[in-house]
């Protein structure tokens, strides 16, 4: 069955960077386009950017861009990603969620992480 | 790139059914059909409704639809069940490869 485990929760300083894993199983990780979605406490969900896991190619929302890097390992199916220069409004719970279309972005998310809940200090 | 609005809260009581409106732009929900529908629970995790306006999930009950019509897409849920209660989301295309979601809306089964 799929499943997406994600590393576990972190505290951050302002300024400081954050790594979360997304480690994919159950089915061929190259074949379908990965999302990162993050939900503030009591917020709504706000859409981040994609990556190709076969190229490695990336999008990213604008909000982001310059502060966000998507990457991963084919090795080991793992999808990261990594937002830098933190600030307290950053706190939020990062979901990584995978695209259902194989080899192109169908635009919807059929499997999620757990979650990984980033906290930031003020 | 802007939230796609929904109304905060929508409630109903079982057995009716229910509306929930995602409006947009003619730059998103407008011209494309890459609208999804999610379901979440507190402390959960997404769940997908909905897929392309109107295409439903294996295992998605058929309780839940979806459609389009112009800047506006639409979830009706019928038959409101207890366990409906949950936050609600659309998401759109919403050209150059991103995308964009709602800002949620919080389903209440009276």
């Known amino acids: 069955q799929v499943q997406l485990v994600q590393s576990g929760a972190e505290v951050k300083k302002p300024g400081a960077s954050v790594k979360v894993s997304c480690r994919a199983s159950g089915y061929t990780f190259t074949g379908y386009y990965m999302h990162w979605v993050r939900q503030a406490p009591g917020q709504g969900l706000e859409w981040m950017g994609w990556?190709?896991?076969?190229?490695?190619?990336?999008n990213y929302a604008q909000k982001f861009q310059g502060r966000v890097t998507m990457t991963r390992e084919t090795s080991t199916s793992t999808a990261y990603m990594d937002l830098s220069s933190l600030r307290s409004d950053d706190t939020a719970v990062y979901y990584c969620?995978?695209?259902?279309?194989?080899?192109?972005?169908?635009?919807?998310?059929?499997?999620w992480g757990q979650g990984t809940l980033v906290t930031v200090p003020s | 790139q802007s939230a796609l609005t929904q109304p905060a809260s929508v409630s109903g009581s079982p057995g009716q059914s229910i509306t929930i409106s995602c409006t947009g732009t003619s730059g998103d929900v407008g011209s494309y059909n890459l609208v999804s529908w999610y379901q979440q629970h507190p402390g959960k995790a997404p769940k997908l409704l909905i897929w392309e306006v109107s295409k439903r999930p294996s295992g998605v009950s058929n309780r839940f639809s979806g459609s389009k019509s112009g800047n506006t897409a639409s979830l009706r849920i019928s038959g409101l069940q207890a366990e409906d209660e949950a936050d609600y989301y659309c998401?759109?295309?919403?050209?150059?490869?991103?995308?964009?979601f709602g800002r949620g809306t919080k389903l209440t089964v009276l």
């Open positions: 969620a995978r695209d259902p279309i194989v080899g192109a972005i169908g635009g919807h998310f059929d499997y």
């Open positions: 990556i190709n896991p076969t190229s490695g190619g990336t």
């Open positions: 998401c759109s295309y919403a050209g150059s490869s991103t995308f964009e």
